[in-house]
């Protein structure tokens, strides 16, 4: 599996592709009669402009970073906590750490956005639409914010966390090597 996080982690062209795909198969499902081709050339047309939000995200990490395989080892790090010993290195994830944080600052109205209108558009499918594709957004709508308020909240505590280690520590002090990372105190 971590083969596979870090192919996705280095090609952003897979990810993508693997999103559209999926959005198209939901899509399908909750409107059965359409079809197949037409949806998916609808939906990666639709999905152009998230598609250039995100490369543009990733470029400005990437120059934190210095390259593709430096973000993917630097967003590593991050997840499991393991704080950079090396001055070069930690310049770096302080950069990408600052980068995220200033990115997360509005976190919590963009989840409200996001509930208000999947709650709406799930309201709206219930009143024009059949109990197929009122059961799919409703089951969607809770599943997708559930996640994003479970996903949300770890990056933050992981980017607070990286963020108060790196401030912590001097940049000379070497870490200790007893194995153990900064969360695995939690």
Do not use: C
């Not at 590593?76 to 290195?89: H, I, M």
């Amino acid at each position: 599996m971590e083969r596979v996080k870090i192919f996705l982690a280095k090609h952003l062209w897979a990810q993508t592709a693997l999103s559209v795909l999926a959005a198209a198969v939901l899509i399908q499902f909750l409107y059965p009669g359409r079809s197949f081709a037409a949806i998916l050339a609808r939906t990666a047309v639709i999905s152009l402009g998230g598609i250039g939000v995100t490369l543009a995200v990733r470029r400005k990490e990437k120059r934190a970073a210095g390259s593709t395989n430096g973000l993917v080892s630097l967003d590593r790090r991050l997840r499991s906590g393991d704080v950079p010993t090396d001055p070069e290195e930690r310049r770096a994830m302080r950069d990408l750490v600052d980068q995220r944080l200033r990115r997360t600052h509005h976190r919590v109205a963009a989840l409200v956005f996001l509930a208000v209108l999947f709650v709406t558009i799930t309201v709206l499918t219930a009143f024009t639409a059949g109990p197929r594709q009122t059961i799919g957004f409703s089951v969607l709508t809770v599943v997708f914010l559930g996640w994003m308020v479970h996903v949300s909240n770890l990056t933050n505590r992981r980017l607070h966390a990286m963020d108060d280690a790196l401030r912590s520590v001097p940049r000379d002090a070497r870490e200790p090597s007893d194995g153990h990372s900064l969360f695995n105190q939690w």
